[in-house]
């Protein structure tokens, strides 16, 4: 490499090299931006969980044109981490509960780094053979803690949503096709389900969104009918997509029975684990989640209970023929990547051709801490949200809005014997979560149940503790009572 090139060399050495760095320019910005990151790690508890900031602002603080010559690299950095990083939701936040949380383990990150620094394409077994090695390996470690079989496989996407193209590409296959095809999921699926059945070419009005019963999982009587009715009016089922962990309230639907039924009617059953899959790694999450090895396939993300950054969802389906079948095309352009008997083409199994290598972070974070300690961080976000749902029950000013199964916690501030109603209601509880969101460190989000507006907390990260969900809750059961005492003076 060229000594004298990057941005601070001189200016007119605009040939050869003009977009490299010497090697102590390199090790320079790397430092740089790794103190940069380490220090947001450690200061992270003392900061907000949210921050964000009006659209004009940060126009006016960043639209510019490109600049024609570069700036000194650090200056770049440097602006990066004070104008434009810091306008986030904190997802790794101790006190960040809202929608799916995420928090990242330290390995993760830097292999994150590694991937970019080494630049793997992950594509074909020719362009990447250890990388794909180590993805089947980190495929195999999932497929034995969901319970599948010699022969299931997979691969890692972009997350949950990607996910769920690939297992409706592969159950639309499986069932030959059908034009007129209909999908069947429950009014609590994620719309990244509905949005990946739109993508195959499922029309709108032909995704059965399946009422939920009173513990928001799939009503099997109503998905039954569903299905029957469709097939008398000349329609073509090929899909049941379940969940094991609705976002909303962190419900499971009933997946043996599920299993049944899509085995009777032969129907390809997903299983949406995207942010509840990886309870699976411990006794408690297995057994919740029994029955999710007879699914067809099962969408996971690894950025969300698994403690890796963005991005690390992950397909794998029963029998590994299935997603071959779905994506197999032989570009001539791509010829000389069948290499060597036996050599799994990743890029086959799914949507991207060139892809990161996102195993590399689960295999990195497992290795440096082991799977004891992975148990007892996913076994922590379980115990916090049963004991915040206890502390729910037992207070006087909260309410609880659905069972506790998988680190979602649902309540509203609704006091005991001062008998709301549910306009009321709703006004305080909307007041409340605005009241968090401006005066409290702590991030939560809301959704309706129902119909009924409802404070959330998802409580899966590994560096949450008690003290974090306590505090959290009692600012909300004190920012109910003031909007109670505030209601009853204007009303
Ligand atoms: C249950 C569920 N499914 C699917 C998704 C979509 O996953 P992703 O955001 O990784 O695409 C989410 C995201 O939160 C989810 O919670």
């Given at each position: 490499?060229?000594?004298?090139?990057?941005?601070?060399?001189?200016?007119?050495?605009?040939?050869?090299?003009?977009?490299?760095?010497?090697?102590?320019?390199?090790?320079?910005?790397?430092?740089?931006?790794?103190?940069?990151?380490?220090?947001?790690?450690?200061?992270?508890?003392?900061?907000?969980?949210?921050?964000?900031?009006?659209?004009?602002?940060?126009?006016?603080?960043?639209?510019?044109?490109?600049p024609?010559?570069?700036?000194?690299a650090?200056?770049?950095i440097?602006?990066?981490?004070?104008?434009?990083?810091p306008?986030?939701?904190?997802?790794d936040?101790?006190?960040s509960?809202?929608?799916i949380?995420?928090?990242?383990?330290?390995p993760?990150?830097?292999?994150?780094l590694m991937a970019?620094?080494y630049?793997?394409?992950?594509?074909?077994?020719?362009?990447?053979?250890?990388?794909?090695?180590?993805?089947?390996?980190?495929?195999?470690?999932?497929?034995r803690?969901?319970?599948?079989?010699?022969?299931?496989?997979g691969?890692?996407?972009?997350?949950?949503?990607?996910?769920?193209v690939?297992a409706?590409?592969a159950?639309?296959?499986a069932?030959?096709?059908?034009?007129?095809?209909?999908?069947?999921?429950?009014?609590q699926?994620?719309s990244?389900?509905?949005?990946?059945?739109?993508?195959?070419?499922?029309?709108?009005?032909?995704?059965?969104?399946?009422?939920?019963?009173?513990s928001?999982?799939?009503?099997?009587?109503?998905?039954?009918?569903?299905?029957?009715?469709d097939?008398?009016?000349?329609?073509?089922?090929?899909?049941v997509?379940?969940?094991?962990?609705?976002?909303?309230?962190?419900?499971?639907?009933?997946?043996?029975?599920?299993?049944?039924?899509?085995?009777a009617?032969?129907?390809?059953?997903h299983?949406?684990?995207a942010?509840?899959?990886?309870?699976?790694?411990?006794e408690?999450?297995?057994?919740?989640l029994?029955?999710?090895?007879?699914?067809?396939?099962?969408?996971?993300?690894?950025?969300?209970?698994?403690?890796?950054p963005?991005e690390a969802?992950?397909?794998?389906?029963?029998?590994?023929?299935?997603?071959?079948?779905?994506?197999?095309?032989r570009p001539?352009?791509?010829?000389?990547?069948?290499w060597?008997?036996?050599?799994?083409?990743?890029s086959?199994?799914?949507?991207q051709?060139?892809?990161?290598?996102?195993?590399l972070?689960?295999?990195?974070?497992i290795?440096?801490?082991?799977m004891a300690?992975?148990?007892?961080?996913?076994?922590?976000?379980?115990?916090?949200?049963?004991?915040?749902?206890?502390?729910?029950?037992?207070?006087?000013v909260?309410?609880?809005?659905?069972?506790?199964?998988?680190?979602?916690?649902?309540?509203?501030?609704?006091?005991?014997?001062?008998d709301?109603?549910?306009?009321?209601?709703?006004?305080?509880?909307?007041t409340?979560?605005a009241?968090?969101?401006?005066?409290?460190?702590?991030?939560?989000?809301s959704?309706?149940?129902?119909?009924?507006?409802?404070?959330?907390?998802?409580i899966?990260?590994?560096?949450?503790?008690?003290?974090?969900?306590?505090?959290t809750?009692?600012?909300?059961?004190?920012?109910?009572?003031?909007?109670?005492?505030?209601?009853?003076?204007?009303?």
């Amino acid at each position: 490499m060229p000594e004298d090139c990057g941005p601070e060399a001189a200016p007119d050495a605009q040939v050869a090299g003009d977009l490299c760095m010497s090697r102590e320019q390199m090790l320079d910005l790397g430092q740089k931006a790794l103190e940069l990151v380490v220090g947001r790690f450690e200061n992270l508890p003392g900061e907000n969980a949210w921050e964000g900031e009006f659209r004009q602002v940060l126009k006016d603080q960043l639209f510019e044109d490109p600049p024609e010559d570069g700036r000194p690299a650090a200056e770049v950095i440097e602006r990066a981490a004070r104008e434009v990083l810091p306008f986030t939701l904190r997802n790794d936040h101790p006190r960040s509960f809202g929608f799916i949380p995420s928090s990242p383990t330290w390995p993760g990150v830097v292999a994150d780094l590694m991937a970019a620094g080494y630049h793997v394409n992950q594509c074909t077994w020719l362009v990447a053979s250890g990388p794909s090695q180590l993805e089947l390996v980190v495929i195999d470690w999932m497929r034995r803690w969901l319970g599948y079989p010699e022969g299931a496989g997979g691969l890692f996407t972009s997350g949950g949503s990607a996910a769920s193209v690939d297992a409706f590409v592969a159950a639309r296959e499986a069932a030959g096709h059908p034009e007129r095809a209909t999908v069947y999921m429950s009014d609590q699926s994620h719309s990244a389900l509905s949005r990946a059945a739109m993508i195959v070419g499922v029309r709108r009005d032909r995704i059965r969104m399946v009422p939920s019963d009173t513990s928001f999982r799939m009503d099997m009587d109503a998905l039954a009918r569903a299905v029957a009715d469709d097939r008398d009016a000349g329609l073509g089922p090929i899909a049941v997509a379940a969940n094991a962990g609705t976002t909303g309230t962190g419900a499971i639907d009933r997946l043996e029975e599920l299993a049944d039924f899509c085995a009777a009617e032969g129907l390809w059953l997903h299983v949406d684990a995207a942010y509840g899959g990886f309870a699976v790694v411990t006794e408690q999450g297995k057994r919740l989640l029994r029955g999710i090895e007879r699914a067809d396939s099962i969408g996971l993300d690894a950025h969300k209970w698994f403690f890796q950054p963005y991005e690390a969802g992950c397909l794998l389906v029963k029998d590994e023929e299935t997603l071959k079948d779905a994506f197999a095309v032989r570009p001539d352009i791509l010829q000389d990547t069948v290499w060597g008997a036996n050599h799994p083409n990743f890029s086959n199994l799914g949507l991207q051709l060139s892809r990161s290598v996102r195993a590399l972070k689960v295999w990195m974070s497992i290795q440096t801490f082991g799977m004891a300690a992975f148990r007892r961080a996913v076994s922590n976000g379980m115990e916090l949200s049963a004991r915040a749902e206890d502390y729910v029950r037992e207070s006087p000013v909260l309410e609880a809005m659905c069972a506790v199964t998988l680190g979602v916690v649902c309540f509203r501030v609704n006091p005991a014997g001062e008998d709301l109603d549910e306009e009321v209601l709703d006004k305080v509880n909307r007041t409340v979560l605005a009241r968090m969101f401006w005066d409290d460190p702590a991030f939560m989000s809301s959704t309706l149940l129902r119909g009924t507006f409802v404070l959330r907390m998802c409580i899966i990260n590994h560096t949450t503790t008690w003290d974090d969900v306590r505090e959290t809750l009692e600012a909300v059961e004190r920012f109910g009572s003031e909007a109670v005492r505030a209601g009853k003076r204007s009303g």
